[in-house]
C-alpha cells in the first residue's frame, strides 16, 4: 500500500461517525446494510450519513450496491486488511515483543476462529 492511500484511509476513520459507521458495516458481513438502517441505528440525518459514507467511499474502505430502492453498504475487507498491513508492517522492528499483544489478539478473533481471515 502507498503512504497516500495510507493516509486516505486513516484520515476517512478519523471521525467519530465514520469511524462508527465502518466498524458497523464490518460487523455487518458481506450482506451489508441499507442506508435507511444505517441513519436509523445511528440516529444521524440521512444528508450526515451520505457525506461520511461518500467519504469512506472515496479513501476506497467501503463499496455500495443497488437492491430495488435501496443502496446497501458494505466493508473493503481486502482494503481494510491492506491498511491494517501497512500499520503493522514493521511493527516489531526486530522486537517481537512489541507486537505480541496485537499477533495474540489476531488469533482470538471471531474470523479466525471461524478460517475467514
Not at 1 to 8: N, P, S, T, Y
Not at 106 to 112: G, K, P
Request: with cysteine; glycine share 8%.
Amino acid at each position: 500500500m502507498e503512504l497516500k492511500h495510507a493516509v486516505a484511509a486513516l484520515s476517512a476513520l478519523a471521525h467519530p461517525g465514520r469511524l462508527t459507521t465502518f466498524r458497523m458495516l464490518v460487523q455487518a458481513g458481506r450482506e451489508g446494510i441499507a442506508a435507511g438502517e444505517i441513519a436509523r441505528e445511528q440516529g444521524v440525518p440521512p444528508n450526515t450519513l451520505s457525506a461520511n459514507l461518500n467519504i469512506l467511499s472515496h479513501a476506497n474502505l467501503i463499496e455500495s450496491r443497488r437492491e430495488g430502492r435501496s443502496i446497501i453498504y458494505s466493508a473493503r475487507y481486502e482494503s481494510m486488511a491492506d491498511v491494517l498491513e501497512y500499520l503493522m508492517e514493521d511493527c516489531c522492528g526486530g522486537n517481537p515483543e512489541i507486537c505480541a499483544r496485537l499477533a495474540d489478539m489476531v488469533m482470538r478473533t471471531h474470523c479466525v476462529e471461524e478460517g475467514h481471515a
